[in-house]
């Protein structure tokens, strides 16, 4: 079955530049959510959409911003990286059916290393 | 989102059952508990879900207490493919679509010896 794609998979910053993560939804899921878990954390909830519109924010920094396509892809832009932005980052994709108990799909995550 | 209390960490045998415990106090009556785990270096995965009944599934069984305070995750015959970090995770099933997001608290890590 098609999963979570996301990509790359490991990405390498210096500090200050921008790194940009893209994530492929299952097919026919229109929600996306996005996570980031820092090393020895739990994962932490950044922003999510829903049909190409925002649907909910988390702990997200102002220098990170992101979309989601016509096509359901999403990406996150992450600006000024720091060196604290270090992390896996997580998209997770859900069909809603009007119900809060659609499980979520996640990807095999992008370890972003800032230098 | 209500918060749950999991111990940091667990043991068991390969092949012998596992009970996973989650505290949820606070726990309002549209929270639906799910269960999600969490593998070495891969993402999360869904487990299980339930709202007031125990539920089973390929993967395992939910038992919710009669007062919903708390719960447990039961896998039937542990195996080393089951070593993961697993999260009790409450989500609001009266907020409509907007609000789906999974809030992780600290798991509980299990390991399982051969």
């Known amino acids: 079955a098609a999963g979570v794609i996301q990509s790359p998979r490991h990405l390498i910053k210096e500090k200050r530049e921008t790194a940009t993560l893209k994530c492929y939804p299952i097919?026919?899921?229109?929600?996306v959510y996005w996570y980031q878990q820092g090393p020895g954390q739990d994962p932490q909830f950044l922003i999510s959409?829903?049909?190409?519109?925002?649907?909910d924010k988390g702990s997200i920094p102002d220098r990170f911003s992101a979309q989601q396509f016509s096509d359901y892809h999403s990406e996150l832009n992450m600006s000024s990286l720091e060196l604290g932005d270090s992390a896996l980052y997580f998209c997770?994709?859900?069909?809603?059916?009007?119900?809060?108990?659609?499980?979520?799909?996640f990807g095999p995550g992008t370890r972003l290393t800032v230098l | 989102d209500a918060k749950t209390t999991q111990p940091n960490s667990m043991e068991s045998n390969e092949e012998e059952p596992v009970h996973l415990p989650c505290n949820h106090s606070?726990?309002?009556?549209?929270?639906?508990i799910h269960w999600y785990r969490q593998l070495p270096s891969q993402g999360p995965e869904y487990v299980i879900h339930?709202?007031?009944s125990n539920v089973n599934n390929r993967m395992a069984s939910l038992a919710i207490a009669e007062d919903r305070k708390s719960s447990t995750l039961i896998l039937h015959r542990a195996t080393l493919r089951d070593a993961a970090v697993y999260y009790c995770?409450?989500?609001?099933?009266?907020?409509?679509?907007?609000?789906?997001?999974?809030?992780f608290g600290k798991g509980t890590l299990l390991t399982v010896n051969p």
């Open positions: 959409f829903y049909e190409k519109m925002q649907s």
């Open positions: 997770a994709s859900s069909y809603p059916s009007g119900s809060s108990y659609n499980e979520q799909f």
């Open positions: 339930g709202l007031t």
């Open positions: 606070t726990i309002s009556g549209t929270d639906y």
């Open positions: 097919p026919r899921h229109d929600t």
């Open positions: 995770i409450l989500r609001d099933g009266g907020s409509g679509g907007s609000n789906y997001k999974l809030t």
